[in-house]
């Protein structure tokens, strides 16, 4: 058999193979095929296009350009190395095979469909209308050029064009994928939750295994207030992706509000191993919290410090690490944790509250009942606030204004169980106070005498 005839017995096998979706031995035999005859451009461009079902989408490119260089103007190798170009983000070069197509086959519609996105994609957007309109003339039925020209405008902001672009898309053809989710995002930005959720239930039905769309579907329910349903869909798209970061933190946010730290840890924990490249925005800050709920707070206290250096402005993070700073009796540094926290929010009741404490625990009584103060100012309802307001003022011996601040935590909060038995003994802590001052005691029943 000659080293020809091989050659072609190499590609009819390669066609069975493909047919039958096995595209790496598909590919063994074609490229065993042009080790012998490297110079037929139909076997280059076929190469191409397994190359393209691998995912292998630069190789792809390169095996459409050796075709075209071995027979060029063939117009469909040129349009698929043009949309291989768009894939790998190559906009401009892909616009030049596109338009080189658009001068050799003017009526060609394709030539100037995909071109709207590719400009739209380099943000010039008046020359992607204008492919939009010169492809109108030759095809004004084509659902891709309403869809480019939809990602066009919403880019720009302009979404109720956007969106009669996209419904257009669907008059055309009902199920093209991708548009119902567009349309969603649009109505999510409106605040219109339910209208966001039917489309991307409709999209997630035609592509069930979108985990991207999934997450999305999940995290409306959240802004719609319906946890149980954002953690069904958080936890069906780490069955179906294992790695997916984003669904992982998510669902290690909503643990965390639960106060269920441990599963919180299990999901941060998945995340570490993964690598610090896939680390959300705002894991240290989350993995801080649920160590500190956890008790751990030394080591809660690391993660936020390396948190509140990446983001030294951030009063979440700087207010936890004051947090576990009070937790382990470093009061001086927790306070200056909350002093940062409220020279950006002055209204911050719980921090004023927590400052306060800070002051208390470090002997200053007056300066916690200041901040005291102002917390309840913001928040009166604070009982804690009323009872340590309460504890300062016994300390300093102020019983009317202890007794009045008790009542009021009574009258804020009617459970307030500690609130009440202080009010009740509160003759006691005079009593002891003035034995332990026999003189000035004595003094005044001698005066009454």
């Known amino acids: 058999m000659s080293d020809w005839m091989e050659a072609e017995r190499?590609?009819?096998?390669?066609?069975?193979?493909?047919?039958?979706?096995?595209?790496?031995?598909?590919?063994?035999?074609?490229?065993?095929?042009?080790?012998?005859?490297?110079?037929?451009?139909?076997?280059?461009?076929?190469?191409?296009?397994?190359?393209?079902?691998?995912?292998?989408?630069?190789?792809?490119?390169?095996?459409?350009?050796?075709?075209?260089?071995?027979?060029?103007?063939?117009?469909?190798?040129?349009?698929?190395?043009?949309?291989t170009l768009l894939r790998l983000e190559r906009y401009v070069r892909a616009i030049a095979v596109l338009e080189a197509v658009a001068e050799q086959y003017p009526d060609f519609e394709p030539a100037y469909c995909h071109r709207i996105y590719?400009?739209?994609?380099?943000?010039?957007?008046d020359r992607a209308e204008q492919m939009f309109y010169l492809a109108q003339q030759i095809d004004d039925h084509c659902a891709h050029c309403f869809f480019h020209?939809?990602?066009?405008?919403?880019?720009?902001?302009?979404?109720?064009?956007?969106?009669?672009?996209?419904?257009?898309?669907?008059?055309?053809?009902?199920?093209?994928?991708?548009?119902?989710?567009?349309?969603?995002?649009?109505?999510r930005e409106r605040g219109e939750l339910d209208q966001a959720r039917e489309c991307f239930l409709h999209e997630l039905r035609n592509d069930p295994g979108n985990t991207d769309l999934m997450f999305d579907l999940g995290q409306l329910h959240l802004e719609a207030g319906d946890p149980g349903a954002a953690a069904t869909k958080f936890l069906h798209v780490v069955e179906l992706e294992p790695d997916h970061a984003d669904a992982h933190f998510a669902l290690a946010k909503?643990?965390?509000?639960l106060g269920q730290h441990a599963k919180a840890l299990t999901c941060l924990d998945t995340i570490r191993r993964l690598g610090p490249s896939d680390e959300p925005i705002g894991f240290k800050l989350v993995h801080g919290h649920a160590l500190l709920q956890a008790e751990r707070t030394e080591e809660a206290s690391e993660v936020l410090r390396q948190a509140v250096d990446e983001q030294p402005e951030d009063p979440q993070a700087v207010g936890l690490l004051g947090d576990c700073y009070?937790?382990?009796?470093?009061?001086?540094?927790?306070?200056?944790?909350?002093?940062?926290?409220?020279?950006?929010?002055?209204?911050?009741a719980n921090k004023e509250f927590k400052l306060g404490v800070c002051l208390f625990r470090l002997s200053r009584p007056a300066a916690a009942i200041a901040h005291w103060l102002a917390a309840l100012r913001v928040k009166p309802d604070?009982?804690?606030?009323?009872?340590?307001l309460a504890l300062a003022y016994v300390q300093l011996a102020r019983w009317r204004e202890a007794k009045e601040a008790l009542r009021k935590a009574c009258a804020s909060d009617p459970e307030n169980q500690a609130a009440r038995e202080l009010l009740d003994g509160l003759w006691r802590y005079q009593l002891r106070?003035?034995?332990?001052?026999?003189?000035?005691?004595?003094?005044?029943?001698f005066r009454r005498g």
């Open 149 to 187: 020209l939809g990602g066009s405008l919403a880019s720009r902001g302009d979404t109720d064009r956007a969106m009669y672009c996209w419904k257009r898309v669907l008059d055309l053809e009902p199920e093209y994928v991708g548009v119902q989710e567009r349309i969603g995002r649009i109505h």
């Open 254 to 257: 909503m643990w965390l509000r």
């Open 10 to 83: 190499r590609v009819e096998r390669a066609q069975q193979l493909f047919e039958s979706h096995r595209w790496e031995e598909a590919l063994s035999e074609l490229d065993a095929a042009l080790s012998i005859n490297p110079h037929n451009a139909t076997w280059h461009a076929q190469r191409g296009f397994l190359l393209d079902e691998l995912d292998r989408t630069g190789e792809a490119a390169d095996a459409y350009q050796h075709a075209l260089e071995l027979e060029p103007g063939d117009r469909d190798v040129s349009m698929a190395l043009g949309m």
């Open 433 to 445: 106070y003035y034995l332990r001052r026999p003189v000035v005691w004595l003094g005044r029943i």
């Open 118 to 125: 590719a400009y739209a994609e380099l943000g010039q957007h």
């Open 382 to 388: 604070l009982s804690p606030a009323w009872n340590h």
């Open 326 to 348: 009070a937790a382990r009796a470093r009061y001086g540094e927790a306070a200056d944790c909350y002093r940062r926290v409220l020279a950006r929010d002055v209204k911050n």
